[in-house]
């Protein structure tokens, strides 16, 4: 909850009377607005724009290019599909895959798989064609050398004869089937199920250049990133004015405030200053003026009267400073413009009023900001209230200073203390001043701790940001 109060077994140790009490614990919610750093706002926007838009367009490319490497890879296995039916296929005969065919219809077979490879390497860029048999023999290789030996098919071989489906990947080339396709790169293999003029299924397998592949996805990969960044730069580039006069917008509504908010405090100024002089002019003046005649008559009459007169006399002129008083707390000094010395000065009048020797010790210049100096004035009159009210004191003083980042307002004296758990228990109306003290360090965002002990006086401190205002 904002400007929770702290339990009474929250203490702290430190000088003082007994321990610190926390009274007031600070909530970083109601810490003072600063000035908003524009230019780093800007600059921040532009930031993250900038880093959105590469991620995005990064990814983006990425994706590209795994898109075109798949892309790449469907349409070789695309080609050999359209070889094996247009090309391979019909130049099938039975003879190839049947070791006891006359040697003449084999050597036909192996004539028409000649033309039938030819065709296929002009056509396409494939660097090795090979036919195998369901038992992993090459029936017919362009490269000789591999015609009628035997390998181990695949599991993915298989299922292509089983399926009659088209399929590619990386070739192994450590594999001893694949030991005449070293030092031309990364291959890919593409494989398709053909079928002889009897039925019986051969597994055709085409080598294509991995290079080519690769070279598509980079293509695809320039022309996605030359898009996806000039997209991000052209959003930027339209985005940068809206944000600017966003920007300028909320300055303006924040400079529209500030002068709004010292509106407000000048006009409540000007009001506490008219009542304070409608009572100088009006109650206090017909007051004094009563109290001096009653003294004259005082002093010119008799017997029992006179002692009446000036007992009446001497209430008004109690009437009158009481009624000065309450003009000081009406229209005390303004920090911001007479100085935090003089407010404070007014703030303890009611003290030196009723007695008490009161020391005020703060800098000739506090860098605080308004609102952190009027918590510090409002904090010390009802202080040095209370202290009026039920400390019996003889003495009060008022340190003030700077603890780096927060405005420190110290008011002890030497009077009776209490007991501070039961009396920051009390809900009573008797103790309003303590409520109105949490009240000011709750208002500012602030600690509230308090030192005291039954016969050893009281110690009210209160810390507040400072904020970043003016130097006072």
Do not use: C
């Amino acid at each position: 909850m904002p400007g929770r109060r702290a339990t009474l077994t929250e203490r702290v140790d430190g000088d003082g009377p007994g321990d610190a009490v926390l009274v007031v614990r600070r909530d970083p919610r109601r810490r003072p607005a600063r000035t908003t750093p524009w230019g780093r706002v800007l600059v921040g926007v532009v930031l993250v724009a900038l880093l959105g838009g590469a991620a995005v367009a990064t990814v983006g490319t990425l994706v590209s290019e795994r898109t075109a490497e798949r892309l790449a890879v469907e349409e070789a296995t695309d080609d050999t599909a359209a070889i094996a039916r247009s090309v391979v296929e019909p130049a099938l005969l039975d003879a190839v895959a049947h070791s006891g065919a006359p040697a003449r219809d084999r050597r036909e077979a192996t004539a028409r798989l000649d033309r039938a490879g030819r065709a296929v390497t002009a056509a396409t860029d494939a660097v090795r064609v090979k036919l195998w048999s369901a038992d992993g023999t090459v029936l017919w290789s362009d490269e000789p050398r591999l015609t009628g030996q035997r390998f181990g098919l695949s599991d993915e071989d298989r299922e292509a004869l089983e399926t009659d489906r088209s399929d590619a990947e990386v070739s192994d080339l450590s594999a001893p089937e694949n030991r005449y396709e070293r030092g031309r790169g990364p291959l890919l293999e593409a494989y398709q199920a053909v079928h002889l003029p009897s039925g019986d299924p051969l597994l055709l397998e085409v080598y294509y250049p991995y290079d080519a592949v690769l070279a598509s996805a980079a293509s695809l990969r320039s022309a996605f990133a030359a898009l996806a960044f000039g997209t991000v730069a052209v959003g930027i580039a339209l985005l940068l004015p809206v944000v600017l006069w966003l920007l300028l917008r909320l300055r303006a509504g924040q400079r529209d405030r500030e002068r709004l908010l010292v509106r407000a405090l000048d006009a409540e100024t000007a009001e506490r200053r008219r009542l304070a002089a409608d009572l100088h002019d009006g109650p206090v003046q017909d007051i004094a003026g009563l109290a001096l005649t009653l003294g004259a008559a005082a002093r010119s009459t008799t017997g029992s009267g006179a002692a009446v007169l000036e007992d009446s006399a001497t209430t008004l002129r109690s009437a009158v400073s009481a009624l000065r008083s309450s003009m000081s707390a009406i229209q005390p000094a303004a920090p911001d413009r007479e100085g935090l010395a003089a407010a404070l000065d007014d703030a303890t009048a009611r003290g030196r009023a009723a007695g008490l020797a009161v020391r005020v010790d703060v800098p000739a210049t506090v860098a605080a900001s308004p609102a952190a100096l009027l918590a510090a004035v409002r904090f010390v009159r009802e202080a040095v209230a209370n202290t009026v009210r039920h400390a019996e004191a003889g003495a009060v003083e008022v340190v003030v200073h700077r603890d780096e980042d927060d405005l420190v307002v110290r008011v002890a004296d030497d009077g009776v203390g209490f007991d501070a758990a039961r009396v920051l228990a009390a809900r009573r109306s008797g103790h309003l001043g303590t409520t109105l003290l949490r009240q000011v360090a709750e208002d500012a965002g602030g600690t509230l701790l308090l030192r005291t002990a039954p016969g050893a006086g009281t110690t009210w401190e209160l810390s507040v940001p400072a904020g970043t205002g003016p130097q006072w």
